[in-house]
């Protein structure tokens, strides 16, 4: 389902109170200007939106899993025994990528 253009105001016209302050080097700065300008964007929404990404990447990375002990007997089995490859899949990593081609 399609979010409206409305909706996605709403979430920008959240206030912004908090600030976050850090330093870099001369070069850094530079480096991020260049980025945030490709993207159209300013250099703080830039840099709030590269380091919300990688926030959620780092935790979404932490998830955690539980299982009853014959489950997890069965997930290390699986783990020690995996299925053999298929030819498909075996000609698909021994092919050359597209960009070597």
Do not use: C, Y
């Not at 409206?4 to 206030?15: D, E, K, L, T």
């Not at 850090?22 to 830039?46: D, M, P, V």
């Amino acid at each position: 389902m399609a979010q409206s253009s409305h909706a996605g105001s709403n979430r920008n016209a959240v206030r912004k109170d908090d600030m976050i302050q850090i330093r870099a080097s001369a070069e850094t700065k530079a480096i991020l200007n260049r980025a945030a300008s490709l993207r159209g964007q300013k250099l703080s929404e830039f840099m709030l939106d590269s380091a919300r990404k990688q926030a959620e990447e780092t935790i979404l990375d932490q998830r955690a899993f539980f299982l009853d002990a014959d489950a997890h007997e069965k997930f290390l089995d699986l783990l020690d025994a995996p299925n053999k490859p298929s030819q498909e899949l075996r000609a698909r990593m021994t092919r050359k990528p597209a960009w070597e081609r």
